[in-house]
């Protein structure tokens, strides 16, 4: 039998085309091999649902792959924007029958394409600033936090949008401005310390991953998510070694930058002894809890990761599986009238941590509440990361669809579990939908404001 | 690559947006549902009308190019592999509900709708559209009519070709025709809308359907029954058709896929089973009361270790999960999943199960079989690797065999998948030399110039039948 010899191994190519050779390198021939064109992802895939066209389906994806593996084609322009084209949701893996790793595989290809790049300059020159110059580094962060908080409090933010400087810059990138929220350079470490003490007995000690963005932009949902599970019983620790999770890097192909940050975060939090490591945000989260995949070919490092990524928990899931839940009254509540909340799911969260169900569970526990389910929640609001900066066009397309489905909830608050869910949300309410009449919010702050004796 | 002149026709038809043959387009349509086969085309084309696709015909006759039409390529026939290269016609544009007439209950549509939505869309009406196909979320009607598809529900409701009373289709010469009608009755000459049901694309390509509808029934109950013996849930079958009960629902699971799909949906399925039948009665409250307790004790008769009747419609739906994740878990053992589709009298379920385990054993292949048990319809699913080359020819093997226990049992070689390039080497040994000629005859008189779905249903040779021994 001697074809036994020649399972699991790929064919013998030799690829002339440089970036035919790295994909065929990086891409895990099993996983492409593994996909049956049965084509139960297409009706889970957004490109696919907008475009109807099936490269722009997971099953046309890792056909595109394949063929470039197998020499059957060389990999051209169109074949990288196809690659950048897809969302990265991974909405096609929970559908799949025959399990593909297809997460795996697109950022396979990324990580490929990456080491050939044909970036035009402004580009390249925006990358490098953000992947390697701020996202690593706590610092810079801060700074930039500074930076965002002085132009949105000293005036010139106003001046900017008076004035029509912010004309100069395309439409996508004018309405994200309007939608930032404060920026502070004060993160949660800086406004609660590195140990904050459960209430009552301590179920449990848990570290706080508090993110680089999420630390800037939402520092108010970092402290809500500390004071959120102390209240359930937790200690929280928050290590200030830690570092960005690397999740943009990784989905962006700049894979040896994002090992380099999960080998950091790996240690930071091997220190401590916790026994569990909380995201607040399901795109990091869902990074945290494949460190042990990324870091898996290297030696020195894979064990510590795998008991990393066990120990990664959505605080949602944590607190409905774990925590001694406080009473949520509606305190806010203007009428006697339930409130209509709707939720949009956070991909990575639902189809990566596969905790899609526990934040609707918490929403509906809390009073005078009446939860709303929003017809196709669990489809990608375009946010995706970067994505609706890098792919505006098909962004907008899908958040349009999604507006649709939000307004006819009726809801007076939308929430979610992501930092890049809520701003997309946001600038969805803004331009689709009734900012006067609805709210968007990070799940943990609406149930940290609607806590019983939280002033107490 | 096609003549520079015929791609500036189908450009100037369809609009650039519509007409591709760059790499990736090409690509993406070499393939369909079906396991280890691939073929480029030469140009990929999206028509938005039955028009478009008429002028497409007559391009494409014009210059005796092949064209292959599909919609969401999930077949698992090789029916949409375009093997001889030629245009890939894809229907996803064409994709409305043309009419829906409440007073005649029939539906007129287009060929790209997806099937699932298609089918929401008529439930939230009060109607009823019985054929569901396991690949109904992306399945086309399109495809579902070239293919003749069928379902869970196949047994008691009929299949695709059952409530197709009209058709819209434009022929290889680029001609459009009409069959059929909203009549009950029609016998104005041969019966061309059932010649083209089922006809996987080789006789015309169609471009409009008008459905028959029917009314819901008003309720529904679910059973699971389990057996230590295979005869005796194969005897259950036999003898609730003997008993005039037509369920909704009448599907079968061996011991192999049992226990590969309790350890995938955690369902707590007992392993020591050699078969599980999952049985569904829908109709008036008090006949399906009846008749499930009939069944109930037909099943106790034929020594059923064990009986559930779901309470309720989520545990129902517990029990349909069951039965739908069989391909799901079966895909996740090995990389590749070979389905098939051996169809035998109902009488002759249990022979055909053992009939497949016995070859399996003897080409020593993993064969799990599953399968609509109540119209005899059985799925018998191979898992294995299609880089081992060794073990795909025994695999290969054993389903030569297979098809041959089916036709000699009384059966045939395919029940709703259809032949494409799959089974064409098969065809001779269910319809015969003559058969096959007649079919051909019919073919050329269609599609002269052979340029519809060529190299599909009929093989350029029959296999020669196997001679089964038996020990």
């Given at each position: 039998?001697?074809?036994?010899?020649?399972?699991?191994?790929?064919?013998?190519?030799?690829?002339?085309?440089?970036?035919?050779?790295?994909?065929?390198?990086?891409?895990?021939?099993d996983?492409?091999?593994?996909?049956?064109?049965?084509?139960?992802?297409?009706?889970?895939?957004?490109?696919?649902?907008?475009?109807?066209?099936?490269?722009?389906?997971?099953?046309?994806?890792?056909?595109?792959?394949?063929?470039?593996a197998?020499?059957?084609?060389?990999?051209?322009?169109?074949?990288?924007?196809?690659?950048?084209?897809?969302?990265?949701?991974?909405a096609?893996?929970?559908v799949?029958?025959?399990?593909?790793?297809?997460?795996?595989?697109?950022?396979?290809?990324?990580?490929?394409?990456?080491?050939?790049?044909?970036?035009?300059?402004?580009?390249?020159?925006?990358?490098?600033?953000?992947?390697?110059?701020?996202?690593?580094?706590?610092?810079?962060?801060?700074?930039?936090?500074?930076t965002?908080?002085?132009?949105?409090?000293?005036?010139?933010?106003?001046?900017?949008?008076?004035?029509?400087?912010?004309?100069?810059?395309?439409?996508?990138?004018?309405?994200?401005?309007?939608?930032?929220?404060?920026?502070?350079?004060?993160?949660?470490?800086?406004q609660?310390?590195?140990?904050?003490?459960?209430k009552?007995?301590p179920?449990?000690?848990?570290?706080?991953?508090?993110?680089?963005?999420?630390?800037?932009?939402?520092?108010?949902?970092?402290?809500?998510?500390?004071?959120?599970?102390s209240?359930?019983?937790?200690?929280?620790?928050?290590?200030?070694?830690?570092?960005?999770?690397?999740?943009?890097?990784?989905?962006?192909?700049?894979?040896?930058?994002?090992?380099?940050?999960?080998?950091?975060?790996?240690?930071?939090?091997?220190?401590?002894?916790?026994?569990?490591?909380?995201?607040?945000?399901?795109?990091?989260?869902?990074?945290?809890?494949?460190?042990?995949?990324?870091?898996?070919?290297?030696?020195?490092?894979?064990?510590?990761?795998?008991?990393?990524?066990?120990?990664?928990?959505?605080?949602?899931?944590?607190?409905?599986?774990?925590?001694?839940?406080?009473?949520?009254?509606?305190s806010?509540a203007?009428?006697?009238?339930?409130?209509?909340v709707?939720?949009?799911?956070s991909?990575?969260?639902?189809?990566?941590?596969?905790?899609?169900?526990?934040?609707?569970?918490?929403?509906?526990?809390?009073?005078?509440?009446?939860?709303?389910?929003?017809?196709?929640?669990?489809?990608?609001?375009?946010?995706?990361?970067?994505?609706?900066?890098?792919?505006?066009?098909?962004?907008?397309?899908i958040?349009?669809?999604?507006?649709?489905?939000?307004?006819?909830?009726?809801?007076?608050?939308?929430?979610?579990?992501?930092?890049?869910?809520?701003?997309?949300?946001?600038?969805?309410?803004?331009?689709?939908?009734?900012?006067?009449?609805?709210?968007?919010?990070?799940?943990?702050?609406?149930?940290?404001?609607?806590?019983?004796?939280?002033?107490? | 690559?096609?003549?520079?002149s015929?791609?500036?026709?189908?450009?100037?038809?369809?609009?650039?947006?519509?007409?591709?043959d760059?790499?990736?387009?090409?690509?993406?349509?070499?393939?369909?549902?079906?396991?280890?086969?691939?073929a480029?085309?030469?140009?990929?084309?999206?028509?938005?009308?039955?028009e478009?696709?008429?002028?497409?015909m007559?391009?494409?006759?014009?210059?005796?190019?092949?064209?292959?039409?599909?919609?969401?390529?999930?077949?698992?026939?090789?029916?949409t592999?375009?093997?001889?290269?030629?245009?890939?016609?894809?229907?996803?544009?064409?994709?409305?509900?043309?009419?829906?007439?409440?007073?005649?209950?029939?539906?007129?549509?287009?060929?790209?709708?997806?099937?699932?939505?298609?089918?929401?869309?008529?439930?939230?009406?009060?109607?009823?559209?019985?054929?569901d196909?396991?690949?109904?979320?992306?399945?086309?009607?399109?495809?579902?009519?070239?293919?003749?598809?069928?379902?869970?529900?196949?047994?008691?409701?009929?299949?695709?070709?059952?409530?197709?009373?009209?058709?819209?289709?434009?022929?290889?010469?680029?001609?459009?025709?009409?069959?059929?009608?909203?009549?009950?009755?029609?016998?104005a000459?041969?019966?061309?809308?059932?010649?083209?049901?089922?006809?996987?694309?080789?006789?015309?390509?169609?471009?409009?359907?008008?459905?028959?509808?029917?009314?819901?029934?008003?309720?529904k109950m679910?059973?699971?029954?389990?057996?230590?013996?295979?005869?005796?849930?194969?005897?259950?079958?036999?003898?609730?058709?003997?008993?005039?009960?037509?369920?909704?629902?009448?599907?079968?699971m061996?011991?192999?896929?049992?226990?590969?799909?309790?350890?995938?949906?955690?369902?707590?399925?007992?392993?020591d089973m050699?078969?599980?039948?999952?049985?569904?009665?829908?109709?008036?409250?008090?006949?399906?009361?009846?008749?499930?307790?009939?069944?109930?004790?037909?099943?106790?008769?034929?020594?059923?270790?064990?009986?559930?009747?779901?309470?309720?419609?989520?545990?129902?739906?517990?029990?349909?999960?069951?039965?739908?994740?069989?391909?799901?878990?079966?895909?996740?053992?090995?990389?590749?999943t070979?389905?098939?589709?051996?169809?035998?009298?109902?009488s002759?379920?249990?022979?055909m199960?053992?009939?497949?385990?016995d070859?399996?054993?003897?080409?020593?292949?993993?064969?799990?079989?599953?399968?609509?048990?109540?119209?005899?319809?059985?799925?018998?699913?191979?898992?294995?690797?299609?880089?081992?080359?060794?073990?795909?020819?025994?695999?290969?093997?054993?389903?030569?065999?297979?098809?041959?226990?089916?036709?000699?049992?009384?059966?045939?070689?395919?029940?709703?998948?259809?032949?494409?390039m799959?089974?064409?080497?098969?065809?001779?040994?269910?319809?015969?030399?003559?058969?096959?000629?007649?079919?051909?005859?019919?073919?050329?008189?269609?599609?002269?110039?052979?340029?519809?779905?060529?190299?599909?249903?009929?093989?350029?040779?029959?296999?020669?039948?196997?001679?089964?021994?038996h020990?």
């Amino acid at each position: 039998m001697t074809s036994q010899a020649n399972i699991g191994k790929k064919p013998q190519i030799n690829h002339t085309n440089p970036l035919a050779r790295t994909l065929f390198e990086k891409l895990d021939y099993d996983q492409l091999t593994n996909c049956m064109r049965c084509g139960f992802c297409l009706p889970a895939c957004p490109t696919f649902r907008e475009t109807g066209v099936e490269p722009e389906s997971p099953r046309g994806r890792i056909a595109l792959m394949k063929a470039v593996a197998d020499g059957l084609m060389e990999p051209d322009d169109r074949f990288r924007d196809q690659m950048d084209h897809c969302l990265g949701c991974r909405a096609c893996e929970p559908v799949c029958p025959a399990d593909v790793k297809y997460g795996q595989l697109i950022e396979q290809a990324r990580d490929a394409i990456e080491d050939h790049p044909v970036h035009s300059i402004p580009v390249k020159g925006v990358r490098k600033l953000f992947f390697k110059g701020v996202f690593p580094h706590r610092k810079r962060l801060k700074t930039l936090g500074r930076t965002l908080k002085f132009y949105q409090k000293s005036g010139l933010q106003r001046v900017a949008r008076g004035t029509g400087v912010m004309r100069l810059f395309p439409k996508h990138l004018r309405d994200m401005e309007r939608i930032l929220p404060d920026a502070t350079g004060d993160g949660v470490v800086e406004q609660l310390g590195t140990v904050y003490p459960a209430k009552g007995t301590p179920i449990a000690r848990v570290a706080l991953f508090r993110g680089c963005i999420m630390d800037v932009m939402f520092a108010g949902t970092n402290v809500n998510t500390v004071k959120l599970l102390s209240e359930a019983g937790f200690e929280v620790v928050i290590p200030p070694e830690q570092v960005c999770c690397g999740a943009l890097h990784a989905h962006s192909g700049e894979m040896e930058l994002a090992r380099d940050m999960a080998r950091i975060n790996v240690r930071v939090f091997k220190e401590l002894d916790v026994d569990y490591i909380v995201s607040n945000a399901g795109g990091c989260g869902a990074l945290l809890v494949e460190y042990d995949h990324l870091l898996h070919e290297d030696e020195a490092w894979k064990e510590q990761a795998a008991w990393f990524a066990s120990r990664v928990v959505d605080i949602s899931k944590l607190l409905v599986e774990h925590g001694r839940l406080p009473a949520f009254s509606e305190s806010a509540a203007s009428s006697t009238e339930p409130v209509v909340v709707t939720y949009q799911d956070s991909c990575h969260l639902r189809n990566v941590m596969r905790s899609g169900t526990a934040p609707r569970q918490l929403i509906s526990q809390v009073a005078n509440v009446s939860f709303q389910e929003m017809r196709e929640a669990d489809r990608c609001c375009g946010s995706a990361g970067i994505y609706n900066v890098t792919q505006p066009e098909m962004a907008g397309q899908i958040l349009e669809h999604k507006m649709e489905n939000v307004n006819a909830t009726g809801a007076r608050y939308l929430l979610t579990s992501n930092p890049g869910c809520l701003l997309q949300m946001k600038l969805g309410v803004e331009q689709h939908g009734c900012s006067e009449t609805m709210e968007v919010k990070h799940v943990v702050d609406f149930l940290y404001e609607r806590m019983n004796g939280r002033n107490a | 690559m096609l003549h520079p002149s015929l791609a500036a026709q189908l450009r100037t038809i369809v609009g650039d947006a519509y007409f591709r043959d760059d790499q990736e387009a090409l690509i993406a349509h070499s393939y369909d549902g079906t396991p280890m086969l691939q073929a480029l085309p030469d140009a990929v084309i999206y028509p938005a009308s039955t028009e478009q696709v008429s002028a497409i015909m007559k391009a494409l006759s014009a210059y005796k190019v092949p064209l292959v039409s599909r919609g969401s390529g999930s077949n698992l026939c090789g029916g949409t592999v375009p093997v001889q290269g030629g245009v890939v016609m894809v229907m996803h544009r064409m994709n409305r509900i043309l009419e829906l007439d409440l007073e005649n209950l029939t539906a007129t549509v287009q060929p790209g709708i997806i099937t699932a939505d298609f089918i929401h869309h008529i439930e939230s009406l009060g109607l009823f559209y019985p054929p569901d196909p396991s690949s109904m979320r992306i399945s086309t009607i399109g495809g579902n009519i070239a293919e003749c598809s069928g379902g869970l529900r196949g047994l008691k409701y009929g299949t695709t070709k059952d409530y197709v009373i009209g058709l819209e289709a434009v022929l290889a010469s680029g001609e459009i025709i009409r069959t059929g009608g909203k009549l009950m009755k029609d016998v104005a000459g041969y019966d061309l809308t059932k010649l083209l049901v089922g006809s996987e694309g080789t006789l015309a390509v169609i471009t409009e359907a008008t459905l028959k509808l029917i009314p819901p029934p008003k309720s529904k109950m679910t059973m699971l029954a389990m057996y230590r013996d295979l005869y005796g849930a194969a005897r259950t079958v036999s003898a609730i058709i003997e008993s005039k009960i037509i369920p909704a629902t009448l599907e079968f699971m061996d011991n192999p896929t049992i226990r590969v799909v309790d350890d995938f949906a955690k369902l707590g399925l007992p392993l020591d089973m050699e078969a599980i039948l999952l049985i569904e009665q829908d109709g008036d409250p008090e006949t399906v009361t009846r008749d499930i307790e009939q069944i109930r004790q037909i099943c106790m008769r034929e020594q059923a270790d064990s009986i559930q009747v779901a309470a309720t419609r989520e545990e129902a739906e517990r029990l349909l999960t069951a039965r739908r994740s069989a391909f799901t878990a079966l895909a996740r053992l090995r990389p590749t999943t070979i389905l098939e589709d051996a169809t035998v009298p109902r009488s002759k379920i249990a022979d055909m199960v053992r009939r497949i385990n016995d070859i399996s054993a003897k080409y020593n292949v993993t064969i799990a079989t599953f399968g609509h048990a109540g119209d005899g319809n059985l799925h018998p699913t191979a898992t294995t690797d299609a880089r081992d080359a060794e073990e795909i020819h025994r695999v290969e093997q054993a389903f030569e065999e297979i098809f041959a226990a089916a036709l000699e049992l009384g059966g045939t070689i395919t029940g709703e998948h259809g032949v494409g390039m799959v089974k064409a080497p098969f065809l001779e040994w269910k319809i015969g030399a003559s058969g096959v000629s007649l079919m051909k005859g019919i073919k050329h008189v269609f599609d002269p110039d052979n340029l519809l779905n060529p190299g599909k249903v009929f093989a350029k040779e029959s296999r020669k039948r196997v001679v089964i021994h038996h020990d």
